[in-house]
């Protein structure tokens, strides 16, 4: 299994300008979400979804929109990029939401906002 | 979720054992302790999880206490990949689906 992958690694945008995070999951999870972290700081929710067709908002969804269409795909969408959405993007999936179940985690997406 | 609390960092000899520990004199009885690791630049590793019992997987071993106030992770062998910012977490069952990282302990691995 590849487990969650995340497309791009690195991307520079210009402020205004839109871009979309992807994410895919091959481990048939029904859960799965997006944090962002800034440098020293920890991870904050931006959204989550518990399956397909149903995402919602976590603690800090402004500037992003997510879908959920299918099991393994959850893209985040950044509209009007700003300075302060520079960060490192997040996404990882679990198999349920309940606490007995960990979350995996992708390797990351380096997003700068110039 | 409860407030846990970990040194910020300890050194660990190349193949001894790393031993972290953790507090959560707070933590509730549904409450688990998780642990990440985070190593530089990469995204957030589990490691195990536990709620009262001792747990072990192939990478680490779990002691959590009987009170369940603190725990302690167990690096068998510690390598030099095991470099890493390590997080104690304690999860509550709730709706609050998120993973809150604290501080977490810097582990370095000296050979």
């Known amino acids: 299994n590849a487990g969650v992958t995340q497309t791009p690694k690195f991307r520079i945008l210009k402020i205004g300008q839109s871009m979309t995070l992807q994410c895919t999951q091959d481990m048939n999870h029904n859960y799965m979400y997006w944090y962002r972290q800034d440098p020293g700081m920890g991870l904050k929710l931006i959204y989550y979804s518990v399956g397909a067709g149903i995402t919602d908002k976590g603690e800090v969804p402004n500037g992003y929109n997510v879908s959920r269409s299918t099991t393994e795909d959850f893209p985040l969408r950044l509209e009007l990029a700003a300075p302060s959405q520079t960060s490192v993007y997040f996404c990882?999936?679990?198999?349920?939401?309940?606490?007995?179940?960990?979350?995996?985690f992708g390797p990351g997406t380096r997003l700068t906002v110039t | 979720d409860a407030k846990t609390t970990q040194p910020p960092s300890m050194d660990c000899a190349e193949g001894r054992a790393a031993n972290l520990p953790c507090n959560h004199s707070t933590i509730s009885g549904n409450e688990y302790v998780y642990w990440y690791r985070q190593i530089h630049s990469q995204g957030p590793q589990y490691i195990i999880h536990g709620l009262k019992n001792n747990e072990t997987n192939e990478m680490a071993s779990l002691i959590i206490t009987e009170d369940r106030k603190s725990s302690t992770l167990i690096l068998p062998h510690a390598t030099l990949r095991d470099t890493a910012v390590y997080y104690c977490?304690?999860?509550?069952?709730?709706?609050?689906?998120?993973?809150?990282f604290g501080a977490g302990t810097t582990v370095t691995v000296r050979a």
């Open positions: 990882a999936s679990s198999y349920s939401g309940d606490v007995s179940y960990e979350q995996y």
């Open positions: 977490i304690v999860r509550e069952r709730s709706n609050d689906y998120k993973l809150s």
